[in-house]
């Protein structure tokens, strides 16, 4: 793979680093090769936000998580949690859908939580998490509608702490049933730079991924 096939991939990389004990060094160290290797973002627990924001500035794109990574949170802490990111400097939200709304088939509780979310961040980016491995067929295409429907920039396979991550399939069933403004985020389950390919080949115009840059620069530690 080329010097600039690589960039290419990266730049649609959310570089992410959110497992429950990831430490400040972690988080300088993530930071740091974002910056080296130009990747999209870092995705990070809400609780960094500030300090990333008052040490790098405006250097990378700061990304965070709502609702994670169960997505049962109450409507009024998700809000409340999107707002504080906000303040504390974050770029871009990415937050899981109510999975247990999906199941009991309450799509307009979904719809009329992600409209609200829609409307707190505003200009900024806005990622909805649907968590494909819970989710029957029929789960994924509505879902799809709900996402499109109230403006969210991009749907989201998975959080990466669920039963599977991202799969081929689901960005070829997203591509059939999202609307036009509504990209697609792959995500859980990356390793090999082989896996980062099929998902950027197969349409997705975001990655999340913790393992992108050693992946495509194995002396990367």
């Known amino acids: 793979m080329t010097d600039e096939m690589k960039q290419q991939i990266l730049s649609r990389v959310d570089h992410t680093a959110l497992k429950a004990f990831t430490t400040w060094a ?3 160290k993530l930071c740091n090769e974002a910056i080296k290797y130009k990747t999209a973002s870092v995705c990070i627990p ?16 700061i990304c965070t998580v709502i609702g994670f990574p169960l997505g049962y949170n109450t409507t009024e802490t998700k809000a409340f949690e999107t707002k504080n990111a906000l303040e504390n ?13 999906v199941k009991n088939g309450e799509f307009e509780k979904i ?10 961040v505003k200009d900024k980016i806005l990622k909805i998490i649907i968590e494909t491995c819970y989710l029957d067929h029929n789960e994924k295409i509505k879902l799809c509608q709900i996402v499109s429907k109230t403006g969210a920039d991009f749907i989201k396979t998975s959080t990466g702490f669920g039963t599977a991550g991202a799969v081929a399939e689901d960005i070829a069933l997203f591509k059939k049933h999202i609307g036009e403004e509504t990209r697609i985020k792959a995500s859980g389950g990356m390793k090999t730079a082989e896996d980062h390919l ?15 840059i050693s992946a495509f620069y194995p002396s990367v530690s």
């Open 26 to 28: 972690d988080i300088e």
């Open 46 to 61: 809400p609780c960094y936000i500030k300090r990333i924001k008052e040490k790098f500035g405006t250097e990378l794109k």
């Open 89 to 101: 400097g974050a770029d871009e939200i990415d937050v899981v859908i109510n999975i247990c709304d």
């Open 111 to 120: 719809e009329t939580e992600l409209a609200l979310l829609r409307g707190i």
């Open 198 to 212: 099929t998902f950027f080949n197969a349409g997705a115009d975001r990655l999340g991924s913790s393992s992108a």
